[in-house]
């Protein structure tokens, strides 16, 4: 597990000097001020907002059967929301209609409608194979 770990640490940062060097080496002049004030801002709002209210929601779902799965699919549902609540605040009309073609406020509802329905079939799925194993527990003597 330790190589892993240390295969994975390395992989990351790697990447993250990739991103830096993009940033820095590729982008216009004047851009890189506002890409790491969002990067800042990205950063806050998982800190600040994100993750209390992620362990908020796990504290609340303690005794649910499964919460994991349920953790799960709020974890996606609320990283979803910060990233879509900016783009639903600040749409506006782009000067090229053609940039911003879709409304934000109904795609962030389908993609929130899709991922409850993936954690469901989840929950479902577990639950199917939990029957399956006790049923097959149950067969061979087993309680």
Do not use: K
């Not at 990447?15 to 060097?21: E, H, S, T, Y």
């Amino acid at each position: 597990m330790r190589t892993v770990r240390g295969v994975l640490g390395a992989a990351g940062l790697a990447l993250l000097g990739c991103g830096c060097w993009l940033l820095f080496a590729e982008t216009r002049h004047g851009t890189v001020g506002p890409v790491l004030l969002w990067l800042a801002g990205s950063v806050a709002a998982h800190d600040f907002l994100l993750v209390p209210v992620v362990l908020l929601a796990g504290l609340a779902l303690r005794r649910l059967p499964a919460r994991t799965v349920w953790r799960g699919g709020l974890i996606v549902a609320g990283s979803l929301t910060v990233l879509a609540v900016p783009m639903m605040l600040w749409q506006g009309s782009p000067a090229n209609p053609t940039v911003l073609p879709l409304d934000y406020r109904v795609n962030w509802l389908l993609t929130l409608a899709g991922t409850a329905a993936a954690t469901l079939l989840v929950l479902l799925l577990r639950t199917a194979v939990r029957g399956v194993r006790a049923g097959r527990r149950h067969r061979n003597g087993r309680p």
